[in-house]
């Protein structure tokens, strides 16, 4: 596995990481399963893991962390958020320091580690990010509850605020083929030296053809998910469904190898809760995208 430098972080992360979230981590898919996804992730090479205490109804972390007990964590990068919780059947945000402070030391214990290696702050306003607030994260840090600090959003704005913190490391943003606006995002984040995390790089997909027909809970689960929070993306992805139907390269593939293309982008976090999903994926770093898919990429997202 392909592996890149997060920034300035010194950590060396696999191009591919594990996103630990959605149905990977639901009660309703088995843990077994999800064990077996994680086991082969590192038998692949892969080395980064994004989770969160919100994820899967709050259940992800926890799995997580028991799927990697007994393995040397020591070169591993498990990352997390800081700033919502699932409670009560909702996820709740609360960005205040004794909040962050009780997340990450539940964090720490649900996920098995002495120190959590990188801590995404989850949805911050930019207005949040005052220098108090960062000194109290400093301390955190001082008291050795997590090494390295990042922002994630999909707020371009906030995005921008984080890149002007020294105390924030890295940015985690949805990038994919869907969001070409996010390729000069990327390039202000790797110029201020921050490490970039894409999430959602296969664009949760909505470029492959529908699965409703697919009766696994995983993919009634997913096709519900996009049809109540991105019917704008599943339209838009259509134009994209090329990418599927190659002879040399899956769709995918190409789609992770467009991501891992965005200069700065140092890995992609792609979620699955198939082998044979994690295995194609996984085979993407180190791909190059021909250069006539590259085009028809770039022109189908030049219009309007
Ligand atoms: N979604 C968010 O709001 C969000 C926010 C912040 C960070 N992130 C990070 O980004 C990660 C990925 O996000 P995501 O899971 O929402 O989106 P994604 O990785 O872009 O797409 C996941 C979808 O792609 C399918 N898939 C994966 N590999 C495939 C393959 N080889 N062939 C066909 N289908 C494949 C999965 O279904 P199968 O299960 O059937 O493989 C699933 O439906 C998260 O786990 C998290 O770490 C996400």
């Not at 498990?78 to 402070?101: C, H, P, W, Y």
């Not at 002495?114 to 989850?122: G, M, Q, T, Y």
């Not at 990327?186 to 110029?191: E, I, Q």
Request: charged residues 20%; contains cysteine; glycine residues 10%.
């Amino acid at each position: 596995m392909q592996t890149r430098a997060l920034g300035r972080t010194g950590l060396s992360v696999s191009a591919m990481g594990f996103g630990a979230a959605s149905f990977w981590g639901h009660p309703a898919f088995p843990e077994a399963e999800a064990r077996r996804l994680v086991h082969r992730a590192l038998d692949l090479g892969i080395n980064l893991f994004d989770t969160g205490p919100a994820y899967s109804r709050g259940q992800a972390e926890g799995r997580l962390g028991r799927a990697l007990a007994g393995r040397d964590s020591s070169a591993l990068v498990v990352a997390t958020k800081a700033g919502t919780r699932f409670q009560g059947g909702r996820v709740r945000r609360d960005m205040s320091l004794n909040a962050i402070e009780a997340s990450l030391e539940e964090s720490l214990r649900r996920l098995g580690l002495e120190v959590l290696p990188l801590v995404h702050l989850h949805g911050p306003a930019a207005s949040e990010l005052t220098p108090d607030f960062l000194g109290g994260l400093g301390r955190l840090k001082d008291r050795g509850l997590f090494q390295h600090l990042g922002v994630n959003s999909f707020d371009p704005a906030v995005i921008d605020a984080a890149l002007a913190l020294p105390q924030i490391d890295t940015v985690m943003v949805d990038i994919n083929v869907l969001r070409p606006e996010r390729v000069a995002l990327a390039a202000r984040a790797s110029a201020a030296g921050k490490g970039v995390l894409a999430g959602m790089p296969l664009a949760m997909g909505h470029t492959a053809p529908s699965r409703l027909h697919d009766l696994r809970p995983s993919s009634l689960w997913y096709a519900l998910r996009a049809l109540k929070n991105h019917r704008a993306d599943i339209s838009a992805g259509r134009r994209f469904r090329f990418l599927h139907d190659q002879p040399d390269i899956t769709g995918p593939q190409a789609l992770l190898a467009w991501v891992l293309g965005v200069p700065g982008v140092s890995a992609a976090l792609v979620g699955t809760t198939r082998l044979a999903h994690l295995e194609d994926c996984a085979a993407a770093p180190g791909l190059a995208l021909p250069a006539d898919l590259a085009a028809r990429i770039a022109a189908c997202q030049a219009r309007p």
